[in-house]
Every structure is written in C-alpha cells, then in structure tokens.
C-alpha cells in the first residue's frame, strides 16, 4: 500500500536542528513479518548555532526493512539521504558570517527503530522512535525522530 509518515526530527551535534520530515512511501509485504518500504525523505528545519540561525531544506530518498514482531511491535533498519540546502553562514557551513547566499550538502545515513507500535482497527496507525547518525560537512551528528505513520490503502 501507500503510506505517508511525518516525522518531527531534533538534531544534536555541532548544531541544534529542529525540523519537519514527509515520507511518503510504498510498503511492500515481502513476507508476513517482513515489509520494505522505499520512498521519498522531504525535510525542512529550522538550526542555530552561535553565530547565526537559519532554515535549512533537505530532498533524497529513503529504504528501509521493517520486522513485524507481532501485531503490534515493530523494528527497522533503514537508510535515507539526499541533498540539503541551507542559507551560507549558518547551521553547518563554517564560513565566516559576513558571506551570504545558499550552500548544498550531500547527506546519507543509517537509522534505527528499535520500537514502532502498531494501533487501529487494520493496524492503519503507526507510532514510533527512530535514531539515526552520520558524518555532515565533516561533523558526526545524531538524529532522534518521533515518526507518526498512516498506511494508506491497499493498491494491490
């Protein structure tokens, strides 16, 4: 089916990023306890750091295999990344503040479920924590996601 999961992702690392993650995807049911989902990651996010705040926007993709350990508890491993966009002289860009404009980045890093929870009368409702990490602009950093997912209907 089709499934649309918004997540609410705070940042820590060299900088405090506070954010907004859309992820809609397509989950397909590789065996009775074993789905994978593939689809888009839309991020937009607010960061500060000392010297400046700023808005930061992010694009890529995302993969991930989920664990159906009952009918209510659920684990997944995946991994997401893309491009971020970000105004120069501010959350990660290094440079000095008097420079303006807008920077990109590459992005890509592993994540982790290590509970989802499972609730409606089909299972149609997801809650869950999601901790992932990786290297930005030479930083490593954490992400922690509070993940609310609808699984929309079925296509096939």
């Known amino acids: 089916g089709l499934s649309t999961a918004i997540q609410i992702s705070p940042y820590v690392g060299s900088a405090e990023i506070y954010g907004l993650r859309v992820t809609p995807f397509l989950n397909f049911g590789l065996a ?4 994978l989902r593939i ?38 491993l995946g991994l997401v990344g893309g491009v971020f966009l970000f105004p120069s002289c501010t959350v990660f860009d290094k440079t000095p503040c008097d420079q303006t404009g807008w920077s990109s980045f590459g992005w890509f890093a592993p994540e982790l479920s290590p509970a989802t929870f499972r609730f409606g009368s089909e299972h149609q409702f997801e809650a869950g924590y999601v901790i992932g990490g990786g290297i930005v602009k030479d930083d490593p950093w954490l992400v922690n ?12």
């Open 32 to 35: 009775p306890a074993v789905d």
């Open 39 to 76: 689809g888009a990651a839309l991020i937009a996010g607010y960061g500060d750091r000392k010297e400046a705040p700023g808005f930061s926007f992010g694009a890529g993709g995302s993969a991930e295999v989920r664990f159906n350990l009952g009918s209510v508890y659920t684990i997944s």
């Open 145 to 156: 996601l509070l993940v609310f997912t609808w699984l929309g209907p079925k296509l096939f």
